[in-house]
Each structure stands twice: as C-alpha cells, then as structure tokens.
C-alpha cells in the first residue's frame, strides 16, 4: 500500500509545509504593541476567497452541495433546475451567485499589520437571473456563479450532467465509516485526531482572538477555526464543539459553503489517519499553524494560497489517488 507522500502531489505538500515567509519584522513590532490593546472586528468579515470551477465534485450524501461553475459557460434556462446522475435519477439544481464583498480592516489594525492575511470580505448569495426569452446566456463574471445541487442519501452514481456538461461525482466517506474500517485498537486511538490544535498562549491571546475570528467568519476558513478550537471534531466524536458551537450563516448556501468544507477537510484527515496517524495530526498542525512571539502575543503562521490548500484537499480525496 502507497504512503500517503507518494499518493498525493509532492508539490502540494511542500507548499502546505513550507515556512511562511510573509511574516516579517513588522508583524512582531506591531503586535507586540498591540498586546495591551487588541483589535477588534468591525463587522462581519471573512477572508477574500478562491472559489474555483472543478471538473469533479466531492458529493456528500444527504447534502446541499455548492459548485462553482465557469462563467463562460453558456447554459438554456430550459435546462436549469434538473441535474441527472448516469443511474437515472435526477436532482434538483439551481443556480445561483456568490458575491464575495471586501469590507474595511479589522479595527484598529492597520494594513502592514495583517498584509500577510487575506484582506476580509462579506458572503452573500443571490439567484443568477436569466432573461427568460434569451436562447443562451452566460453567468456574469461580476461575482462567481454557482449550482447548488441536493444530493441524495444513497451514494450512487458515477457522473452528474447538468444542461448538457458533464461531472465526474466523488462520493465522500464519512469520517466515521472510514475509521470504523479499522481494527477496534486502533479505532480507540482514533479520538487523538481530533483534538483542538490551538496552543494555550493562542487560546488566551486577545491578539490572536481579533486575527484568528475572520476565519470563523468565512465559509471557507471556518473549517480552520474550528481545527483551532474544538478539533473539527464529528458530530458525536467530540463534546467541543457541541458545548461551544459556531453559529451557522444567515444565508443557506454559504452556510452550505462551510458545512461541504468541512465534511470534506474531516474526511480527508480521516482517510490519511487511517494510514499514517502521525503525518495526519502534522497536517493537521501545519494547517492551523501560529507563531507565538511571548508575551502572549500569538499570530496566524497557516497557509494562506486556497488555490494550494484546494489542491492537497482533492488529492487527499482522489479516489485514485487515496488508499482503498
């Protein structure tokens, strides 16, 4: 059986563990000085995304699945609100519109302090309007389009057309499916995998609470948030996340956003568990990393490139790619 190095793309891993090289002398003078005064979030905020087309789609049983879609893609309005699966079945599509506004800094943060971050943005989503007597038309390129699609609990079928394109369908594997493969001793060292990766000082740090909120905030950052501070634990591994829970988004498809992030980031840490234990929970690590300067001021140290981290993602759930 392959290690997971030689299953997934070298270069993604190297990027994922590369050193951040953004972090420079400012960033310590700055917040070491803000050490007494943390800044605040001004409003709701996330950081500004990468939201990419994709040949496949990474399918999660019994959930509402949001794809971004290219926007030169010409599609009838006749087609839109029907997908079929190669087995016959067909689901419900509709497409819809992400926009991705950017807001002001984080108060009282300037903008050398949290250059080496994503600049913040808002989240909201609106129907993708087609004129309803135009033969063909192409989603704007304003914001990024998408089709939200229902998939349905029983994990069948191999590709998904939609108003005649073709996608290849992944269907994930639950975390706990792919854990419970296991043998019994090792399904109980399973739980080591899900342990908060934030450090003590970060955990009382105000300056890395005011740095570290936007990702809690962002439909594809709150998956990251959540390895911080309760694990990203599944639903019944863990009492974190059920005693302290983060509230879901107002609006239902990037609330879908976050949900399908983070069943597919449990996912693939599961499935690299369930062959190396030791260079899941470094991923894992390497993932949330900060770098703590003392005097309890604690900084993001993690990967910042979601063209980068998009990638390990779909490696590590390539069903070629991934251990069977």
Known sequence: MPTPPTMIRDHALRQLFALPLLLSSTLTLSACGSASAPPRPATTLASTPALAPTARIDAIPSSLIVVPIDPAWVFRIDDAGT?????????????ARINIDRVALLEGVGPRRQEWLPAPAIWSSAPLHVPSDAPAVAPAQTSTPVMAIEFPAIPAGRYLDVAGKRWA??????????????????????????????????????VFAAYSRPESLSPIGRWRYRMLTDGLAPPGVSDVAATSPLPAFDDPLVEAIARQNESRWQSALALLWSVDPDLAWRVKLRLTGVMDFGEGVVAPAWPTDHAILDLLLAD?????????
């Open 316 to 324: 590590l759930l390539d069903p070629v790619l991934s251990p069977s």
């Open 169 to 206: 369908i992944n269907w994930v594997a639950s975390p706990h499916d792919t854990m419970a493969a296991r043998p019994p001793a090792a399904q109980s060292e399973s739980l080591a995998l899900w342990r908060p990766t934030l450090p003590p000082a970060g955990a009382v740090s105000p």
């Open 83 to 95: 997908g079929r699966l190669d087995d016959g079945r067909k689901l419900n599509v509709r497409f």
